[in-house]
């Protein structure tokens, strides 16, 4: 009987690319994104003499000292990063980030003859970060990037012993300080409040204003809290099997997720069932799929 080999053949699942009308629809937020953010800067931030961090900052500051105009120097500044970007993170990342910076660039050269909303600091500070951090959230909620300073701090992470956000507040400092030395250092001060304006923008616009709670809880009476946060709250709830690691003794946990004006509630149902109950509670920045739709209490 002669040897027969036989050859294992591993199928790859195809990659799908996303429909034409999510492309659509993304490349729709990231222009919107983009004009947003040169709104903020040209009509608020630049004519004011105050900074954003990271690239766009360097750009202002070179963009003062040169004469030449800010969207240029933020497109040439940000080519290295899009190379980058595509070895670290993907094609469709940086085509998305590319689009965007070129609408970016545009959009402030357009805007820059343009005269200013306001002249006063604090106003210009505050709905400059305001208005720049939903283009810069709407851009990276969409795949994308308006600023190459992100992809250099992922790349120093893996040098240095800083976190990334670490790193971005390092970079973004040193910029602040070169602020205050090219303009003035109430400028550079305005600069670091819009920057931690847009910051916290950013935020709000990624994850959204109805933040939720992922709830687990281990109690002697989970199925008297199960059944009390179904009916009386709505919310489904997933029993999951744990094993206590000094006793060994098999309990039940429950997992659930509730919105941010529902966690009360629920804290007071459990207390009420049993005030000993273990209760960790976590933020969860978005909910998909599932049945995390509410459903009526009796």
Not at 214 to 221: K, N
Request: glycine share 10%; net charge negative.
């Amino acid at each position: 009987m002669s040897d027969v080999s036989a050859e294992l053949k591993v199928e790859k699942t195809p990659h799908r690319n996303a429909p034409k009308k999510v492309i659509f629809a993304r490349t729709l937020m990231i222009a919107i994104g983009a004009i947003l953010m040169s709104v903020g800067l040209e009509l608020f931030l630049v004519p004011n003499q105050i900074l954003d961090g990271g690239v766009v900052g360097v750009s202002i500051i070179l963009s003062h000292l040169t004469g030449v105009r800010l969207g240029i120097f933020i497109f040439i500044l940000n080519i290295p990063f899009f190379f980058l970007g595509y070895k670290q993170i993907g094609k469709t990342f940086a085509l998305s980030t590319l689009f965007g910076i070129t609408v970016l660039s545009i959009c402030t050269s357009y805007l820059h003859n343009i005269d200013p909303i306001t002249k006063d600091l604090l106003l210009s500070t505050v709905f400059g970060g305001i208005i720049l951090g939903m283009g810069v959230g709407l851009v990276i909620r969409n795949g994308g990037s308006l600023d190459g300073s992100e992809i250099l701090a992922i790349l120093f992470n893996k040098a240095l012993p800083f976190s990334v956000g670490e790193i971005i507040m390092i970079i973004n400092l040193v910029i602040f300080s070169v602020a205050g030395f090219v303009f003035t250092w109430e400028q550079a001060m305005y600069s670091f409040l819009a920057y931690f304006i847009a910051f916290k923008t950013i935020d709000i616009v990624i994850q959204g204003l109805d933040e939720s709670k992922s709830i687990y809880i281990i109690s002697d009476q989970i199925e008297d809290i199960g059944d009390a946060i179904m009916d009386r709250l709505g919310r489904g709830v997933t029993y999951l099997h744990g094993e206590g690691a000094y006793t060994g003794d098999n309990k039940k946990v429950i997992f659930t997720v509730v919105t941010r004006i529902e966690e009360a509630k629920l804290k007071s149902i459990v207390e009420e069932i049993d005030d000993h109950a273990f209760l960790a509670i976590g933020n969860i920045a978005e909910v998909r799929g599932g049945r995390f739709k509410k459903k009526d209490i009796h």
